[in-house]
């Protein structure tokens, strides 16, 4: 079993910047895939980013390359989402995930969400 927290949601101005964080407990972190989605007001959710156990590899979805940057730090049992140049549309709540093999459409385990609200 693993626990994931997210911290770091708020009410930001389109343009700005947030950066969401994930506080893992539970089994080892390090053998993990990471990664986060979200889900908006009455739309499914959706892949965000991922990163893989050692952080060598990272994935994003096309509306977010170039904005958000994945990172995670073994020690701190953390893994973060950098989120630069927010756009309303971003507005959501962003859930953090973990995996024992890859995340990518799904995952194992999900933290209970953080609000994020990008005003124009």
């Known amino acids: 079993q693993v626990q994931l927290v997210e911290s770091g949601g708020g009410l930001v101005q389109a343009g700005g910047s947030l950066r969401l964080s994930c506080a893992a407990s539970g089994r080892t972190f390090r053998n993990y895939a990471m990664g986060w989605f979200r889900q908006a007001p009455g739309k499914e959710r959706e892949f965000v980013a991922a990163?893989?156990?050692?952080?060598?590899?990272?994935n994003y979805a096309d509306s977010v390359k170039g904005r958000f940057t994945i990172s995670r730090d073994n020690a701190k049992n953390t893994v973060y989402l950098q989120m630069d140049s927010l756009k309303p549309e971003d507005t959501a709540v962003y859930y953090c995930?973990?995996?024992?093999?890859?995340?990518?459409?799904?995952?194992?385990?999900w933290g209970q969400g953080t609000q994020v609200t990008v005003s124009s």
């Open positions: 995930a973990a995996d024992p093999v890859r995340v990518a459409t799904t995952a194992l385990y």
């Open positions: 990163i893989s156990w050692s952080g060598g590899n990272t």
